[in-house]
């Protein structure tokens, strides 16, 4: 008689942990919002460092300096490439603008050809220039998209020891799946910094396509900031990892750097 108790009472505790489970979950469209709503200051300037490793092992360097500033509720995104010589002056600048209607405007300045190109919104799920991040990828950074996914929240796990909920996106509409190159991605979001530690990814076609691991996240002038990225591509065995280095918030930027003529002229 005991023994059957015992396992009523088993039985009962997994239930009764499994529904106030279910209850605790957040909605996955109100994580993926605050992801948005954490404090990144006003502007920041920092150093990124990208390594482009191939599948034969073959790793090459690119030095370049990014700068964030938000413009009201507009963010904007420059980056300057520095070294090597080969994509010197290379140049990269974003509009994200807060309206879900209004798509963002991009542009990308190539120096061997003299000439800026505009990124249009079928193109964001290109690969950004040789990396393993698309041009969506970089804007959003650690952020996930408000607008793009239908979410669903389906569990909780420990990421580096800190507590993550795991959303399910799939994209709204075929138009948005070809857009992005995504059928499928699943985030693991921090349930206290609100920021990305992981995102795996599916191509359009439903296969295993990537895997995003950010790591030595760490408050910088009181802002959470990262230092590391690592994205696998495991369809072409490439990966590109992303150092952050010499992160400064407090410094002003003049708003002349994110503009086109600056794309051209340079730091």
């Given at each position: 008689?005991?023994?059957?108790?015992?396992?009523?009472?088993?039985?009962?505790?997994?239930?009764s942990?499994?529904?106030?489970?279910?209850?605790?979950?957040?909605?996955?469209?109100?994580?993926?919002?605050?992801?948005?709503?954490?404090?990144?200051g006003?502007?920041?300037?920092?150093n990124?460092?990208?390594?482009?490793?191939?599948?034969?092992?073959?790793?090459?360097?690119?030095?370049t300096?990014?700068?964030?500033?938000?413009?009201g509720?507009?963010?904007?995104?420059?980056?300057?490439?520095e070294?090597?010589?080969?994509?010197?002056?290379?140049?990269?600048?974003?509009?994200?603008?807060?309206?879900?209607?209004?798509?963002?405007?991009?542009?990308?300045?190539?120096?061997?050809?003299?000439?800026?190109?505009?990124?249009?919104?079928?193109?964001?799920?290109?690969?950004?220039?040789?990396?393993?991040?698309?041009?969506?990828?970089?804007?959003?950074?650690?952020?996930?998209?408000?607008?793009?996914?239908?979410y669903?929240?389906?569990?909780?796990?420990?990421i580096?020891?800190?507590?993550?909920?795991?959303?399910?996106?799939?994209?709204?509409?075929?138009?948005?799946?070809k857009?992005?190159?995504?059928?499928?991605?699943?985030?693991?979001?921090?349930?206290?910094?609100?920021?990305?530690?992981?995102?795996?990814?599916?191509?359009?076609?439903?296969?295993?396509?990537?895997?995003?691991?950010?790591?030595?996240?760490?408050?910088?002038?009181?802002?959470?900031?990262?230092?590391?990225?690592?994205?696998?591509?495991?369809?072409?065995?490439?990966?590109?990892?992303?150092?952050?280095?010499?992160?400064?918030?407090?410094?002003?930027?003049?708003?002349?750097?994110?503009?086109?003529?600056?794309?051209?002229?340079?730091?």
């Amino acid at each position: 008689m005991k023994t059957i108790i015992s396992v009523l009472v088993f039985i009962l505790t997994i239930n009764s942990s499994s529904i106030f489970a279910q209850q605790t979950l957040m909605d996955g469209q109100l994580i993926a919002k605050k992801t948005h709503e954490r404090n990144e200051g006003i502007s920041l300037k920092r150093n990124l460092i990208m390594e482009l490793k191939d599948k034969r092992g073959k790793i090459r360097t690119r030095k370049t300096t990014a700068l964030r500033k938000y413009f009201g509720k507009e963010k904007r995104l420059a980056i300057f490439y520095e070294t090597p010589s080969s994509v010197k002056g290379t140049a990269f600048l974003t509009f994200d603008y807060p309206e879900a209607s209004k798509d963002d405007d991009q542009w990308l300045y190539l120096p061997a050809l003299r000439k800026t190109r505009r990124i249009s919104a079928a193109n964001r799920g290109d690969y950004f220039l040789g990396t393993d991040l698309t041009y969506e990828d970089i804007k959003l950074e650690t952020k996930i998209s408000k607008e793009d996914y239908n979410y669903t929240t389906i569990g909780i796990e420990k990421i580096d020891n800190h507590d993550c909920y795991i959303i399910e996106a799939i994209p709204k509409n075929d138009a948005t799946k070809k857009e992005l190159g995504y059928s499928k991605v699943k985030f693991w979001v921090d349930s206290k910094l609100w920021m990305m530690r992981k995102s795996e990814s599916w191509d359009v076609a439903g296969n295993f396509l990537k895997t995003v691991k950010i790591s030595d996240i760490k408050k910088v002038q009181n802002i959470w900031t990262i230092s590391h990225i690592l994205v696998i591509n495991h369809k072409t065995k490439h990966e590109t990892i992303f150092k952050f280095e010499n992160n400064d918030y407090q410094t002003e930027l003049s708003d002349d750097y994110f503009t086109e003529e600056a794309l051209v002229n340079g730091l």
